[in-house]
Structure formats: structure tokens, C-alpha cells
């Protein structure tokens, strides 16, 4: 991917902790404190941890936001995507001055509903080979819940084991944990696709996943409500669905449609900064006008033309020949589908929760 974007990439791969042993929201508090640390290496905060409060550290020179990418796959996706809302909703507004976010953002296979209550979740398991499912929906019984057969990733993310690390949410009885589990389920840093203000992020976001990934529909249904949410002509959001490949399929490099999904990655980060840059010089730019084009195509007209402020996203769907169309036929469920999973009164209640 570095060599793709160009000279002078550099990456910075966070080793931020893990559940069980530390469970959410450990991680996105892991990725703030490397933000702080690229991006104001010497704050109080950072210093602090240093030796005799010296500030021996990796590097003095502040790397500056507009030069930075956040990106993640998977479970980091959903990482990164926690962290921009972390920032917006509980950082921000307690900082001066405020901090100033990347510019682009990339997300591939993004783990957007940790309960994987979403079709792709369990349908495709013939194919990819991500385990499944990986958690349970948040509005099953406490026995239900019990009785999951499998490992239990969104359980062991959020509530720890307490085999290995006890904790207060998962060492007072069975009940709290499902308690715990229930409510943190439905929290906007761990499930954003159903309860999280997605507006204002301000990035420019490119989405990557597979027809066979477990968590397409993860993926598709952040990118159409990210793209309903978008107002700003510069805040672009694509979504690239590859025909036939999997979870995380950049990472068999022996693929060609790996080289296709790394190529595009480069060109959008170019793209999106090359905006970035623009809008620093004029400041005063207009809403972007509504392309129906590149429109995502949920259920009813307001989702084909798009809601009031929301500019849209880019549906674009790969072919194994390196053929790209645009469109919202991407031959998997339609965001009606998704948009059943969840309800409008579940989706209430989950916002109350909350």
C-alpha cells in the first residue's frame, strides 16, 4: 500500500489493547493517545509517561493532520470509525484548541454491527473465512444469549471473560454481564450503523469489502448512511463491493483484484487531500449538488434521490476483470433488507438506551 501511494508513506500501526484482557472502550482511547502523540508529541499527556517527564521520545516533529490517513479493516475499521465519533462527541467539545482530523479515511471490511445481526453475517459462511456468527443481537433473551454455541467475539469485546480478567461487567453475575452486554451492544462506538450521528465527520471516506465478505452489509449500510449524512462537498464517500472476494481480500496479494483494491486506495488518498487542499485555500465552497448517478438506492424514493442534506454515496461494484460500474447493483440484499434487521421501533429503543 505504501508503495502504491508513493514516496515518503509512512505507515504507523497502533498495538492498541485487546479484549479480554481489556475490553472496550480501551482501544479507542488507545488510538486517541497515538493521535496525540503524531500529531502534538510533546503535550502534557504524552511527556508525562516519559522518564523524569524528559521528552525522549520517537519523534519531536508534530506530523500535521492533513498528512495523515486513518484507516482500518475489520475490527480496526470499526476502531477508527469509534474513534472519529470519540473525537467529535467527547473530545471536541472539551478542547481548545480544537483538534483538526484527518482528512481521508479508509475502511475495509468494517465491522459496523458487532451483534452481526446482518444477513451477510451468517449466509456466506460457505465461502468466507471469517468465523460466524460473531455475537448475538442485543434484543434476544438473556438465554439466548447463554446458549450461543460459538465463540463470542462482541461478548469478549465488550464484557471481557472472567476465566481470564475479571471485571465489573463480567464477575457480578450472569445477569449484569448480559446487562452489560445488552446495552454496550447498542452503543454508538460499537455499533454505529444503527444509532450514531454520522454527520459532520468531515472526511473524505473510501469503503472497501468483498460479494463473499462476512461483513458486507456491515460495510454497505455505514457507507449509505455515512453518504445520507454527508453535507460537504468534500466529505466523499465511495463504497467498492469486489465480485467474488472475501473478508479482507487485499491480503492475498496473489490476486489481482488485491493489486485493483490497493490501486484505488492510492487514488482516492490523492483525490481526497487534493480536496483537502482546495478547500484550504477556499474556504467558502457550496454544497455538493446531488448526483443521481452515484446515488445509493434504499428502500423508498427518499433514499433513491437522496434525503434532505445528505449528498450521497458512490456505489461502485468490481469485477473480477478489473471492470468497474456504478450503480447500486451490487447483487446482495438491498438496504431494505439491512434496514429490517433493525426495525425503526428497535432502533428507538436502542437510541434511548443508548
Not at 499527556?45 to 500535521?64: D, E, F, Q, R, Y
Not at 491480503?251 to 485493483?260: R, V, Y
Not at 445509493?296 to 449528498?311: L, P, V, W
Request: proline share 7%.
Amino acid at each position: 500500500m505504501l508503495l502504491e501511494i508513493g514516496p515518503g508513506a509512512r505507515a504507523f500501526v497502533v498495538d492498541y489493547r485487546l479484549a479480554p484482557e481489556d475490553p472496550f472502550p480501551a482501544a479507542v482511547h488507545d488510538i486517541y493517545a497515538a493521535y496525540l502523540y503524531l500529531t502534538q508529541p510533546e503535550h502534557h499527556a504524552i511527556t508525562l509517561c516519559t522518564k523524569n517527564g524528559s521528552t525522549n521520545l520517537h519523534h519531536l516533529t508534530p506530523v500535521l493532520p492533513k498528512d495523515i490517513v486513518l484507516a482500518g479493516d475489520s475490527a480496526g475499521a470499526g476502531v477508527a470509525i469509534a474513534f472519529q465519533l470519540y473525537m467529535r462527541d467527547y473530545v471536541q467539545p472539551s478542547v481548545e484548541p480544537k483538534f483538526e482530523m484527518p482528512p481521508v479515511t479508509v475502511l475495509i471490511s468494517a465491522w459496523t454491527d458487532i451483534s452481526t445481526s446482518m444477513p451477510s453475517a451468517t449466509s456466506r459462511h460457505t465461502y468466507c473465512y471469517t468465523p460466524s456468527p460473531m455475537g448475538v443481537n442485543p434484543f434476544v433473551d438473556e438465554a439466548t444469549f447463554y446458549a450461543f454455541p460459538k465463540f463470542n467475539f462482541a461478548r469478549t469485546y465488550l464484557c471481557g471473560d472472567y476465566k481470564l480478567v475479571p471485571n465489573e461487567r463480567n464477575s457480578t453475575g450472569r445477569h449484569m454481564e448480559w446487562e452489560w452486554y445488552r446495552h454496550l451492544a447498542q452503543h454508538p462506538l460499537v455499533s454505529p450503523v444503527y444509532t450514531a450521528d454520522l454527520s459532520g465527520l468531515g472526511s473524505a471516506t473510501l469503503l472497501q469489502t468483498g460479494a463473499f465478505d462476512r461483513l458486507a452489509d456491515d460495510t454497505r449500510l455505514y457507507a449509505h448512511k455515512l453518504g445520507q449524512a454527508s453535507t460537504s462537498l468534500d466529505q466523499r464517500v465511495r463504497l467498492e463491493l469486489y465480485q467474488d472476494m472475501v473478508h479482507v481480500h487485499h491480503f492475498f496479494e496473489f490476486l489481482p483484484m488485491a493489486d485493483k483494491a490497493i490501486h484505488t486506495m492510492a487514488e482516492f488518498i490523492q483525490d481526497g487531500q487534493e480536496r483537502y487542499n482546495r478547500t484550504q485555500m477556499q474556504p467558502s465552497r457550496p454544497k455538493r449538488e446531488l448526483n443521481s448517478k452515484y446515488m445509493s438506492t434504499g428502500a423508498g424514493a427518499e433514499s433513491r434521490s437522496g434525503s434532505a442534506n445528505g449528498t450521497g454515496t458512490e456505489w461502485v461494484v468490481v469485477d473480477t476483470d478489473g471492470t468497474e460500474w456504478e450503480g447500486h447493483d451490487d447483487r446482495g440484499c438491498p438496504i431494505a433488507v439491512l434496514e429490517e434487521c433493525w426495525n425503526p421501533e428497535m432502533r428507538e429503543r436502542a437510541a434511548a438506551l443508548a
